[in-house]
């Protein structure tokens, strides 16, 4: 075999590793910045002390994000899809109130089991509010999606009968999410609040406000 046609043999090989070296990289300062984020805060988490914390050169994190801000959306897109693998896994095939009960569940399980990921995008979010935020659409458009969510849950179970057909499904929307902001917002502040509490107090009110009076739903606790 020539020379050349060992070189473009080699081609893919030398190509998915580089792809490879690349992911891990940036899953690397992903990591890094969420680690500084928890710990320095955002003034604190600079784009020379991301590259350090990942063990790679100061101007590494540039070279892969561009910016800061880029970067802060990368770990915004990461953070959301952990948080929607957990709530797909917890409300797969619910509809109406099982699925904004499961739901609840998987917030409370959530921030539980991913403190430094909620506190990190909390602090992101808080970012969100400086009027030269770059990345303020990304933080809209997550919290449209929450809210969408859950007007569809309110609208499917108003479909089968089972929530108030007087319930306006998006204005349900907007407070159900608030109140889960919330809890989560004071547990993070405060870990000596009982969230499992707070969450199954939420719970009841929800029933209460948007269960349908008819016998023949099924009992949901």
């Not at 590259?51 to 897109?77: D, I, M, P």
């Not at 902001?181 to 719970?203: E, F, H, R, T």
């Amino acid at each position: 075999m020539s020379g050349l046609a060992v070189q473009k043999a080699n081609h893919p090989v030398l190509r998915a590793t580089q792809a490879e070296r690349t992911a891990l990289a940036e899953e690397k300062m992903v990591n890094a910045t969420i680690e500084l984020l928890n710990t320095v805060g955002l003034a604190g988490t600079t784009l020379i002390a991301i590259g350090e914390r990942a063990g790679y050169s100061r101007g590494l994190a540039s070279h892969h994000f561009g910016s800061k801000t880029g970067l802060f959306r990368k770990v915004l897109k990461q953070i959301s899809a952990v948080w929607t693998r957990d709530l797909n896994r917890r409300v797969e095939g619910k509809t109406g109130l099982s699925a904004l009960l499961g739901a609840l569940d998987a917030h409370r399980d959530h921030v539980r089991d991913y403190p430094q990921h909620a506190r990190a995008m909390y602090i992101l979010w808080t970012g969100s509010f400086d009027p030269a935020s770059e990345f303020k659409p990304n933080v809209i458009e997550f919290h449209r999606l929450q809210r969408e969510t859950a007007a569809a849950w309110v609208v499917s179970g108003k479909e089968t009968g089972e929530i108030r057909q007087d319930i306006d499904p998006e204005s349900f929307g907007e407070q159900f999410y608030a109140s889960l902001l919330g809890l989560n917002y004071q547990w993070l502040v405060n870990p000596n609040i009982d969230l499992n509490a707070s969450v199954g107090v939420l719970k009841q009110n929800i029933v209460a406000l948007l269960k349908a009076e008819n016998p023949l739903i099924k009992e949901i606790k």
